[in-house]
């Protein structure tokens, strides 16, 4: 299944969600320090209800630690404002990792210049619009993404 990646996370609930979304959809998730947060905060543990022993998360130092992690031969996508391609343009498949930034800032530009530019995805949004929440985010991305692979897993 679809690895999700949140880059230095700020928002506990937003994470909760992520939790429960990976768990629902088999998806991995993986955390990237500093977290805005600590793991065992009431609202992160809320927003994920009793998924957290569903899901699998991982949580990693840096970037460094979590690219070697996850292995060179890995397709990854960033999911930003600032993407060239439009997220369901692409043909994913199972072992694509999707990668989101922190809520205030998105991917920094040296995390986001790592990527091709077509692996630089972003959602439609009306013009003068600065964002998406990032659990709606993730939610949009994994599903269409998993869609595509005709929820491989899903009942």
Same mark, same amino acid.
């Given at each position: 299944?679809? /690895? ?36 065992? $905060? ?7 209800? $009793? ?22 031969? &890995? ?10 391609? &439009?997220? $369901? ?6 072992? /694509? ?7 205030? &800032? ?5 995390? #986001? ?7 630089? #995805? ?11 929440? #990032? ?21």
């Amino acid at each position: 299944m679809f /690895d999700i990646v949140l880059y230095e996370p700020e928002i506990a609930p937003n994470t909760g969600n992520v939790i429960r979304l990976a768990a629902n959809s088999g998806a991995r998730l993986h955390l990237v320090r500093p977290l805005g947060y600590t793991l065992n $905060d009431r609202t992160l543990a809320r927003a994920g209800l $009793d998924y957290h022993e569903h899901a699998s998360v991982q949580v990693h130092d840096d970037w460094t630690s979590c690219v070697r992690a996850l292995g060179d031969a &890995r397709r990854m996508y960033a999911v930003t404002t600032r993407g060239t391609a &439009r997220y $369901d343009s692409v043909l994913y498949s199972e072992n /694509d990792v999707l990668v989101f930034g922190p809520e205030t &800032r998105g991917l920094p530009q040296a995390v #986001l210049e790592t990527f091709p530019a077509g692996q630089r #995805l972003r959602l439609p949004m009306r013009e003068h619009s600065r964002s998406l929440n #990032l659990a709606n985010a993730v939610a949009i991305v994994v599903y269409e993404a998993w869609r595509q692979i005709d929820f491989s897993g899903g009942t």
